[in-house]
């Protein structure tokens, strides 16, 4: 069974600019959530979707949003870029939600904000 | 305010030892998880807790909901043991997730 596909792996955009991140999740997966990881900050919980519904978000401003298709597959979406969105974007995939279900994270994505 | 605390923050250890990493929480919870991370960023978990305790190989987990407390043991500690360690919980109110900072274990052979 494929694990949990992030791309890019690797992403270097300016301050400013939009990001899309995409996430496949385990076949059979209905949950995909996201997570920010900084040396600073440690991992933070970003937004959960569950068959295509928000099912819970943290506190990150509006700039970040998601979205998850019919096949379970999600995007992430940072707009109007600032430095201190440079992180390691992690997603993870899971049966159930994550109270009920382990997880499953993928590689991640490095972004990089110049 | 940290909603998950863990200590230590670093260990190192000798090969063999018999490690414990402790994770104390402060919001009620629907599950627990731990979860190790290596060099490079891959994470991957190791259980999800909701009650007692769990084994996998040489890993146990335990938790105790009254006292809000769960602890991570290591038996026969191995260099490749040698990674991260987060402790995450799954908030009952508001389906928050919260996360430790983690703890840096070091099996010097």
């Known amino acids: 069974k494929a694990g949990v596909t992030q791309t890019p792996r690797y992403l270097i955009k300016t301050r400013g600019q939009q990001v899309t991140l995409s996430c496949s999740p385990i076949?059979?997966?209905?949950?995909v959530s996201w997570y920010q990881q900084t040396p600073g900050q440690g991992l933070q919980f970003l937004f959960e979707y569950f068959s295509e519904t928000q099912r819970n978000k943290g506190n990150f401003p509006g700039r970040f949003s998601g979205r998850q298709f019919s096949n379970s597959r999600s995007e992430m979406n940072v707009s109007t870029l600032e430095l201190g969105d440079s992180a390691l974007y992690l997603c993870?995939?899971?049966f159930g939600t994550g109270d009920n279900s382990p997880l499953h994270f993928g590689n991640g994505t490095r972004l990089t904000v110049t | 305010k940290n909603e998950v605390e863990q200590s230590p923050q670093n260990l190192t250890a000798q090969e063999g030892e018999f490690i414990t990493i402790n994770c104390s929480y402060s919001v009620g919870i629907s599950a627990l998880h731990w979860l190790q991370q290596h060099p490079g960023g891959g994470i991957v978990s190791l259980f999800m807790?909701?009650?007692g305790k769990k084994k996998h190989g040489r890993l146990i987990a335990t938790i105790n909901i009254q006292e809000k407390h769960s602890s991570l043991h290591i038996t026969a500690s191995h260099p490749r043991d040698s990674a991260v360690y987060i402790c995450a919980v799954a908030a009952n109110t508001g389906n928050q997730f919260y996360f430790g900072t983690g703890t840096s274990l070091t099996v010097i052979p």
């Open positions: 076949s059979g997966h209905r949950s």
């Open positions: 807790l909701s009650s």
């Open positions: 993870a995939s899971s």
